[in-house]
């Protein structure tokens, strides 16, 4: 059985080729703004249904009331009957992964421990024993 992939390289469709759903979620921005589209996404585009994914529920409420605008500028943007309805699904954010910051504080630690060696032989001997030791 061939790869998906393998076999859509075959068909050689332009690349330029976009379909209804990709058009309606990077039209999503332009229709309601920068302000709101940091807090939500366009997810997917199910026939003429939009899908956007918010924050929390307050989110959902507030664009559940501007709903009839945001068609009317998503009509604007896409012509008449690409979108006729939106349903906003909550999805929080994803939490940025945290950065490991108390490693770093022992090696600057350390590096100020090896400034202190005035001879630079035994500076050197000292850094490359530590650098053994944590290794």
């Known amino acids: ?24 979620c990077t039209a999503w921005p332009a229709a309601v703004g920068r302000r709101i589209a940091a807090h939500t996404r366009a997810a997917r585009l199910v026939r003429t249904r939009l899908i956007v994914e918010v924050e929390d529920r307050v989110w959902q409420r507030q664009l559940f009331a501007l709903t ?8 604007r943007h896409l012509g008449a009957g690409a979108v006729e309805e939106i349903e906003f699904r909550i ?39 530590r650098k053994r030791a944590l290794a």
């Open 91 to 129: 999805v929080p954010r994803r939490r940025e992964p945290q950065r490991e910051t108390q490693a770093a504080i022992p090696a600057l630690a350390a590096a100020d421990e090896a400034d202190s060696i005035a001879d630079p032989i035994l500076r050197g001997i000292y850094r490359a024993s």
């Open 1 to 24: 059985m061939e790869r998906a992939s393998k076999l859509i390289r075959t068909l050689r469709l332009p690349g330029e080729t976009l379909n209804l759903e990709e058009i309606a």
């Open 68 to 75: 009839g605008q945001i068609l009317r500028n998503l009509e």
